[in-house]
Structure formats: C-alpha cells, structure tokens
C-alpha cells in the first residue's frame, strides 16, 4: 500500500493472489477481502497511537552548496529571497511528510514557507542525482534514488532514503515530521553513506 494525499495506491502480484484463494473467489474479490481485513484492524491502530508507532521528528542534514543546489538562483529569482534568505527559511521550518510516491522513497513534504513556493521547471531534467532536495510548487522534497524530476533543486542530502534491502524500505514514512540541518560540504563527504 502506498498512501497519497488523497486515495492509496495498492501494489500487488496477480499470480500469488491467483496462486492462494484467488482461483476459487476471482482476483478482485480476494484482492478486496484482504484489504478490508488490513484496513478495518489498521483504523482501529490509527486511533491508539502508541510511542511505537506515533510520528517521529527526524533531522535531514543538507548541504546548500552551489555544486547541489543548481536550482537556488532560479528559486532566488522567483521569491525575491537572497540564497542565504532561502537556506535560513528552507534550514528553519518543520515540515510533515504527506505521502511517499513517484519513486519509492520520493518524500512530499508538507510545510513549506509560502515565500519558497517556486514553480516547477518548464522542461524536467533528465537525471536527478540520489538525496537531492527540491522545492515543486508549495512543496519541498527529497529525491531517494538517481531519476527524472521537474523540481526545483536546492540541496542535498548525504543520507539514503530508500534502501530496499532494509524493512521497512524507507527512511521517512507519512505522517513524520522533518527538520532539516544546514551542513559543509566536509559534513556531507563525512556523512555520506
């Protein structure tokens, strides 16, 4: 399942759900039946929020440097805000994550101060490098994995975001909050994974 501002996506392999009572009931139906059985016991979780699974408050270390932040001009021209005015502002607010989607692990972060708000760029770019940090429209983000994006690059990370090999996945899930940290360019070489 992949939740997003409004509906959730599910992802599923036709053949397993064939293989188990999917024959019998119809790919659908059975599909149906195990969604409801997850969500009805997770609505009843949601409201016994519990310290293991409540929101959490992580920080993002990020480097503003021009070598990563190939958008910040652009960003300054639309605001009117100078690059340290954008760092200050982009360093200093508390974001939420709303949904994770386009790419695994591509985080929408909610919260965005509506000076920054900046549109996205008229042509995309073809390869977005892993752990950039973008402004689209009245939010920001963080690019997880190497791909195309139209968002309006200010920075990066040196954390990973999305590690399939982890479980869960993702570093950032819906409904945490996010802070990000200013740091050197020797930080993020430090920090780098």
């Known amino acids: 399942l992949a939740p997003a501002y409004t509906s959730v996506a599910v992802f599923f392999d036709p053949v397993a759900v064939l293989k188990s009572n999917g024959a019998a009931n119809g790919v659908f139906d059975e599909l149906a039946t195990r969604i409801r059985s997850t969500i009805v016991p997770a609505s009843r979780r949601h409201r016994r929020r519990t310290a293991a699974n409540a929101p959490r408050l992580i920080e993002i270390p990020i480097c503003y440097d021009a070598e990563f932040g190939f958008d910040l001009d652009r960003v300054a021209e639309h605001t009117k805000l100078s690059g340290p005015e954008i760092i200050n502002l982009h360093s200093t607010g508390e974001y939420r994550v709303a949904c994770i989607g386009f790419v695994p692990g591509f985080t929408f972060l909610a919260g965005l101060p509506r000076n920054l708000a900046t549109p996205r760029r008229d042509v995309p770019r073809k390869e977005i490098p892993p752990g950039s940090v973008g402004i ?4 920001t983000g963080i690019y997880p994995l190497r791909s195309p994006g139209g968002w309006n690059l200010i920075g990066r ?4 975001l999305f590690d399939p090999a982890k479980n869960p996945p993702t570093l950032l899930h819906p409904g945490d909050r996010v802070r990000f940290r200013a740091i050197t360019r020797e930080e993020f070489e430090s920090l780098k994974q």
């Open 136 to 139: 689209g429209g009245a939010q």
């Open 157 to 160: 990370t040196p954390l990973k």
